[in-house]
């Protein structure tokens, strides 16, 4: 096993990186601890946000370096490419902003003497995956290190030159070796990482195998993790709602990304039988119109997928889904050119017993449905083992918050695809996982929320 660099668009190796030595691993542990508790830890909360507002200000000065790593090694579409980059700049800035805010001790109303005082709790391993190579990272790096704790950092093997992108953006920001680490490691390293004490908490965003694994090593050591895992996000088309800003929107939702998202709309739910088959048509000629091609090109919406083994698994997928009495009507095929590109797909005539049903598509595949009233669209949203987005549209917007709050998912975006802001948390229920990134919420997820209560001496 190594970390590997190679271009989706094409199916070229670039490069490839040596697994460290378990030697090399502990090491670098060691290191990070030792400045935890010597030196990080103790700085003011100025100084460490002085460090994160410098790389905020590094990544924006080389913004069209850091755009090629991911269309290189992950085929992202450049123009969302400088998307992803300028999020990850306002991320940081939003920790830079308000980190000494959300840290400060607070006073427990009622309670003279009382106050709740944040504080670090050492080292943090995150586990990361490709498909957003920089935003994936912020969102645990950031917060955690204007907290005070410092981050070991395990980037997803297909990626490895966004991961070195990443980890010298602190270290020409100034932090100190051990705040930041990039491990190339494998998972038997991982897991024995997450089996030492000196990790007192991990963060994941994956799969759910892999947060099964996680999760149930973290909790064998009495450890803290948060995991952010899938999703099969659903739209609901209300019968108010205006359909052609819903297929704009449904379109952006699905092929974002090239469909590689946790929080992609996965499936169109659609009241009534005439808006139906309206939604399907447009949907369908939206589809038609998309570019597929190099994610290089500024006119590209749609890159190839991140590999083969991702290309073969949806391929398979849909034709499971076929083989159990689903219907494609449009897409469904490999693109006929070098690399790993797929067809945009809509699927219909998915029944509970078709294995799509309950499945993820990690890619440009749309599943598309049509109730008959508002009750069975809620119910086919909620009949999912996941719950990390929803999405409603209707032009009544108390309708449509009513449909909200019956949606069991984290999060529910009504009228739009899912728009990120450093602002608002990230995170899911059921078996999308728990725990929440971004927003005031990620920075307090690996704090030790202290009482400090003091009385007068005898």
Known sequence: MSFRSINPATGELIEEFPLQT?????????????????????????????????????LREKRDEYAKYPTLEMGKVVRFGYMEIDLVADILDYYVQNGERLLAAQSLPGEPGATLVSEPIGVILAIEPWNFPYYQLARVAAPQLIAGNVVLMKHAENVPQCALAFARLFEEAGAPKGAYTNLFCSIE????????????????????????????????????????????????????????????QCVMGRTF????????????????????????????????????????????????????????????????????????VHG????????????????????????????????????FYVVDNEEE?????????????????????????????????????????????????????KNAGFGRELSELGIGEFLNRKLVRVAGAA
């Not at 691993?25 to 290191?31: C, E, G, H, P, S």
């Not at 070098?338 to 797909?345: A, D």
Request: with cysteine; charged share 25%.
């Open 332 to 367: 469904g095929k490999r693109v006929d050119r070098p690399g790993f590109f797929l067809e945009p797909t809509i699927i219909t005539n998915i029944t509970e017993d078709n294995p799509l049903f309950q499945q993820e598509a990690f890619g440009p595949v749309l599943s």
């Open 257 to 328: 990304n090239s469909g590689q998202g946790c929080v992609n709309i996965k499936r169109v739910i659609v009241v009534g039988k005439e808006r139906g088959e309206l939604m399907l048509a447009a949907l369908k000629e939206r589809f038609a119109a998309i570019n597929v091609g190099d994610p290089g090109d500024e006119a590209t919406l749609l890159g190839p997928l991140v590999s083969e083994r991702a290309l073969e698994g949806l391929l398979k997928q849909i034709a499971d889904a076929e083989a159990a009495g689903a219907r494609v």
């Open 22 to 58: 378990d030697e090399e691993v502990f090491a670098a542990l060691k290191t990070a601890d030792e400045l935890y508790r010597e030196d990080w830890k103790f700085r003011p909360v100025a100084e460490r946000v002085r460090i994160v507002a410098r790389a905020a200000q590094i």
């Open 189 to 248: 390293q991982v897991a024995s990482l997450i089996d030492d004490f000196r990790v007192r908490g991990v963060a994941l965003t994956g799969s759910e195998r892999a947060g099964v694994s996680v999760g149930e090593r973290a909790g064998r050591n009495l450890k803290k993790v948060i995991l952010e895992l899938g999703g099969s996000d659903p739209a609901l088309i209300l019968p108010g709602a205006p359909i052609e800003h819903a297929v704009e």
């Open 377 to 429: 669209a809620i119910e086919l949203a909620n009949a999912t083992k996941y719950g990390l987005g929803g999405y409603v549209f209707d032009a009544d917007i108390a309708r449509a918050k009513q449909v909200a709050s019956r949606i069991e998912s984290g999060m529910v975006y009504i009228n739009s695809c899912f728009v990120d802001s450093p602002g608002l948390p990230f995170g899911g229920v």
